[in-house]
């Protein structure tokens, strides 16, 4: 069945440091896909999404490219800052026919220290 | 444009009680979503709403239900409360059911 996995947490760098995520899926159809953050206390934000294959997401410095050979869709970030720590999810809809639904990865953990 | 909005924000019950969460999707969204996140762990998806039906349902007790009102606005009732209930219940709501979801700040559900 349609599936996302995402790496486990927590993630821990330091400030300025180089941030990847890792996020795979499966699904029948052509998905679109997304990153959520959830800070401290809050609800979840769309952070990015992409919705056909090689679309690039990007806000706030974060990037992910939708590569459908790889079935992958991993978050990026060339400099981390504190206010970056956040959980992140990945996520992915998709439909066909009647059966309509998003998917989500597990969450992963990041903790940016100073 | 107001977002989703979700009431109580915080409550706290007695095991053995129920509890009835409150969601207002964003003006044009048809869906709402439910969603439980306890403490340490991930998204546990509840419950889906399109156009006043239930969608689906994901693997939560039967004591867990809801339902959507003809102005998509969506209520989440939970009977017998659990002490392993006590979570952040997350309500969100889309277009179709395909797009990106837009979520509420929660409510904090503490079952004592």
């Known amino acids: 069945g349609d599936s996302v996995t995402q790496m486990e947490g927590p993630v821990t760098l330091s400030e300025e440091a180089f941030l990847t995520i890792n996020c795979t899926y499966t699904a029948t159809g052509y998905p679109s896909l997304f990153w959520y953050v959830q800070y401290p206390g809050e609800g979840l934000q769309l952070l990015l999404k992409?919705?056909?294959a090689d679309d690039k997401g990007s806000n706030k410095g974060f990037e992910a490219t939708y590569r459908k050979e790889t079935t992958s869709f991993h978050l990026e970030k060339g400099s981390v800052q504190v206010s970056d720590s956040a959980v992140y999810f990945c996520?992915?809809?998709?439909?066909?026919?009647?059966?309509?639904?998003?998917?989500w990865g597990l969450g992963t953990s990041l903790a940016v220290n100073p | 444009e107001a977002g989703v909005t979700q009431s109580p924000t915080h409550l706290i019950k007695t095991r053995g009680q129920q509890v009835t969460l409150r969601c207002s999707p964003i003006s044009g969204h048809t869906s709402v979503y439910w969603y439980q996140q306890a403490l340490g762990l991930g998204l546990q998806f509840l419950l889906w709403?399109?156009?006043?039906?239930?969608?689906n349902r994901g693997n939560f007790p039967p004591r867990f239900s809801g339902r959507q009102f003809p102005n998509y606005s969506s209520e989440l009732n939970v009977n017998a409360l659990e002490l392993e209930d006590s979570a952040l219940y997350l309500c969100?709501?889309?277009?179709?059911?395909?797009?990106?979801?837009?979520f509420g700040q929660g409510t904090r559900l503490t079952v004592v």
């Open positions: 992409a919705t056909k």
């Open positions: 969100a709501s889309n277009w179709d059911g395909t797009t990106e979801a837009f």
């Open positions: 709403y399109d156009e006043g039906e239930e969608r």
């Open positions: 996520a992915l809809s998709v439909a066909a026919g009647n059966n309509r639904k998003l998917i």
